[in-house]
């Protein structure tokens, strides 16, 4: 083997010194370096030390030729800009992710794929394949991502049951029906007998489900459910409902909101109107993601884990973009828990 580099060269070592430090050719240097296939033992080690004696740092552009990785990972939101910065939900979602990518040194990349053009541009930018994978969350029923991903071949696992394509591609999940369920059967538990719903958009699947959770615990007591408005997981969105919902229905003495971002507008109208919780009406929000521990009265919810499932997905992730066998889609339901505080 040739001598190392002197310490007085001055510059940073090349892959041509590293070659011949290591007395292989320029091309199994690279292959070594960037880890590509067909190199000896022999080789891989004579190489590995010639980069450590020469302090030589990979080229990430020469390793993604070889081996046609970009070591970076997309988190798909089609949601618009400002609701992705100001729900917690999605400042969850990120910590949970790179949490994980950091552990890798893999990089983040967001995409905003709102409906329409956005989603066009976002569909694009994956199928030339500028990232490894992709992390979707918040998708909603018309933008058919999973079909469209899984059509690309591309690894990906869902934050939450897509409307369509289930069958196609992986997917983490709190189990949202029995959250709300259990959450309306605390307010019957407690002697509620005229209860309402605020729920969350008809075009996303956890809002469907959570309203479906409502309706069963309600079919199960003999109770009506009538009382119904929807909003879209925002504070305005819940102030909007409850002031529909309490006009039309004035009795109500209990009230399940399908977002914590929806119950503290619904607490708010509450107030507004004179009704003391929870002697009145006791609430039970859905998320337990740090709003409800500062409404008034502090809110009783469900907690939905979603650094957890972050966390869950994205390894569920990398193990398919390392070619762990992603040919059978996973589907991971995480049991919610209740959260009791003194709204309800």
């Known amino acids: 083997m040739n001598s190392p580099r002197s310490p007085l060269s001055s510059g940073s070592p090349t892959l041509d010194e590293v070659a011949r430090v290591a007395g292989v050719s320029r091309a199994t240097a690279s292959r070594a370096i960037n880890g590509g296939q067909r190199v000896s033992a022999r080789a891989q080690s004579a190489v590995d030390l010639a980069v450590a004696q020469l302090g030589y740092v990979p080229n990430p552009a020469a390793r993604s030729l070889v081996t046609r990785r970009t070591d970076s990972i997309a988190v798909v939101v089609p949601e618009p800009d400002d609701r992705v910065f100001s729900d917690p939900f999605f400042a969850g979602t990120l910590r949970g992710v790179t949490r994980v990518l950091g552990e890798r040194d893999i990089q983040l990349v967001l995409l905003l794929a709102r409906p329409g053009a956005s989603t066009a541009r976002t569909l694009r930018y994956l199928t030339n394949r500028h990232v490894d994978g992709a992390y979707v969350v918040s998708h909603h029923r018309d933008d058919r991502l999973a079909e469209h991903i899984a059509d690309l071949g591309l690894p990906c696992v869902f934050g939450g049951r897509p409307w369509t394509g289930g069958d196609r591609v992986a997917y983490v999940d709190v189990d949202n029906t029995a959250g709300e369920r259990e959450a309306t059967e605390l307010l019957i538990a407690r002697g509620c007998a005229r209860i309402g719903t605020i729920a969350g958009p008809a075009d996303m699947t956890a809002a469907e489900d959570r309203l479906a959770g409502w309706r069963q615990a309600m079919a199960a007591a003999g109770l009506p459910a009538d009382a ?99 040919s059978h889609p996973v589907r991971l339901i995480i049991p919610p828990t209740i959260v009791r505080r003194a709204s309800a």
Request: hydrophobic fraction near 45%; charge should be negative.
């Open 228 to 326: 119904v408005e929807h909003g879209d997981f925002t504070e305005l969105s819940g102030e909007v409902a409850a002031r529909a919902l309490m006009e039309r229905h004035p009795d109500l003495d209990g009230l399940v909101v399908a977002s914590d971002l929806m119950a503290l507008g619904a607490l708010r109208v509450l107030a507004e109107m004179g009704r003391r919780i929870p002697d009145d009406i006791a609430v039970v929000g859905y998320d337990d993601l740090g709003v409800a521990e500062r409404t008034t009265p502090p809110l009783t919810t469900v907690r939905q884990p979603v650094d957890e499932m972050a966390e869950r997905a994205t390894r569920l992730l990398l193990e398919r973009v390392d070619g762990v066998d992603g």
